[in-house]
């Protein structure tokens, strides 16, 4: 198939040309476990359903695009119709010999029907909110899915997206989640040597991720109701799980990384509303500041706040026993102590690179699945504003068991919905749900 691409919007680079493992800067990248020859899918033209037509959706149909070079993208849904239509033509105007769309579904539904139109592989790009009952249907369809972070806003949902992962690999399909950071060369690098032990026992790890404010959208029409918090769904705790577990559950799951991906005990910390104080930013915070326990005596600390005029970060430091480890994201990787090294490496575009190895995987018939880890690294968040919200010492057992689920079902999504936000909540008086 003859391939005609306009503007590069992704920096593709070519990643994975065989499948198995690679080597990078002296440390293992990924290794896609043995082939399956019930693997299904490794037929030669793969195709593409998108559920979700935002900005991060546009983004991801385009890096799969380009992550392979037979693949075609068939299906696109969203809840509006206007951003459906967006998607479509960004898609057409970059990769118009990949864009076969023979289906566009409108609605709440839309996920249902993209999944079953006929496709291999589905990316799933809609609110939080909607990620575990959407991933759940995708895995019983047995298509191969990427998935975006977080991938749920409470724990019911995240037991959910569990189960989902673990019929996955039952299944020997492909999940790979956005935890982009997770597919940063430097970043995979430096945590290599940081968990082979380079720098000694860890005793903490601090994260920043602190930036401006994100615009609120303002409704077509005189949307109201659920139209409009679909429109502003980052604001709306039920939908997008806060801006911790949304947006720096990033720098959560380099956390986590660095700690070799084993779980906090307990969560305490703060935050609250200085800036975005208006009805237009919904019941959200804009600062976090939180302090994880981990079984070992290990502390984890984070910082994030989304406030006009501050200082950006977004850095990663790991104390050990042997050594410190410093990451600023984008720009440095160093080890001090009695191991110091710099990366000085190859630089690639993340983003893609997700996309590279799902595609990979796929091809290869050796499934790839970070279902388990992605899950986690979003109910680690998910304590974080717990503990905030409350101001009480959280557990993570008390918050993992918890049964209480912050939005409707999946089933009662309609356009008359009337969906009420909890009340901002106030720590000391806002209780552990």
């Not at 759940?136 to 298509?143: D, I, L, P, S, W």
């Not at 068991?401 to 999946?410: A, F, L, R, T, V």
Request: with cysteine; hydrophobic share 40%.
């Amino acid at each position: 198939m003859k391939k005609t691409l306009k503007p590069d919007l992704t920096n593709r680079r070519s990643f994975l040309k065989t499948t198995g493992t690679a080597m990078l800067g002296g440390a293992l990248v990924y290794n896609l476990g043995f082939p399956s020859e019930a693997f299904a899918n490794r037929k030669k033209t793969l195709k593409i359903g998108l559920i979700g037509c935002g900005g991060r959706g546009t983004g991801a149909a385009l890096q799969a695009l380009k992550a392979d070079p037979d693949v075609i993208i068939t299906a696109l849904g969203d809840a509006f119709e206007d951003r459906l239509e967006g998607t479509y033509k960004a898609l057409i105007q970059v990769a118009p010999d990949q864009t076969k769309i023979k289906h566009k579904f409108i609605g709440f539904d839309a996920y249902q029907k993209v999944i079953d139109s006929g496709v291999d592989v589905v990316l799933l790009a809609t609110p939080p909110a909607f990620r575990p009952d959407h991933l759940t249907y995708a895995v019983n369809a047995g298509k191969h899915i990427f998935c975006e972070k977080p991938v749920a806003v409470d724990a019911p949902g995240v037991r959910k997206v569990l189960a989902a992962a673990k019929l996955a690999k039952d299944k020997n399909l492909s999940l790979v989640s956005g935890f982009c950071f997770r597919h940063d060369f430097a970043n995979m690098a430096t945590f290599s040597k940081i968990i082979n032990g380079e720098i000694g026992d860890i005793k903490t790890v601090t994260t920043f991720r602190n930036g401006g404010e994100l615009s609120a959208q303002y409704s077509r029409g005189g949307e109201k109701g659920i139209a409009h918090q679909l429109r502003n769904w980052y604001y709306q705790n039920w939908l997008s799980g806060d801006m911790l577990t949304e947006q720096a559950v990033h720098s959560i799951d380099m956390m986590s990384w660095a700690m070799n991906d084993q779980l906090p005990i307990k969560a305490i910390g703060t935050g609250g509303r200085q800036v975005r104080v208006g009805e237009e930013f919904g019941n959200i915070y804009d600062h976090f500041a939180i302090e994880y326990q981990y079984a070992n005596g290990a502390k984890g600390f984070h910082f994030c706040r989304q406030q006009s005029g501050t200082t950006s970060r977004n850095t990663v430091e790991v104390a050990g026993t042997k050594g410190d480890a410093s990451m600023t994201m984008g720009r440095s990787h160093i080890i001090t102590g009695q191991n110091p090294w710099e990366y000085t490496g190859e630089k690639n575009n993340m983003f893609q690179t997700e996309h590279d190895i799902l595609f990979a995987s796929i091809r290869s018939g050796k499934p790839f699945n970070d279902g388990e880890r992605m899950a986690n690294s979003t109910m680690i968040g998910i304590l974080g504003t717990l503990a905030a919200y409350t101001g009480q010492e959280v557990s993570w057992e008390q918050a993992f068991n918890s049964e209480h689920s912050i939005g409707p079902n999946i089933a009662d999504y309609n356009w008359d919905l009337e969906w009420k936000n909890a009340p901002i909540a106030v720590p000391g008086i806002t209780k552990l749900l």
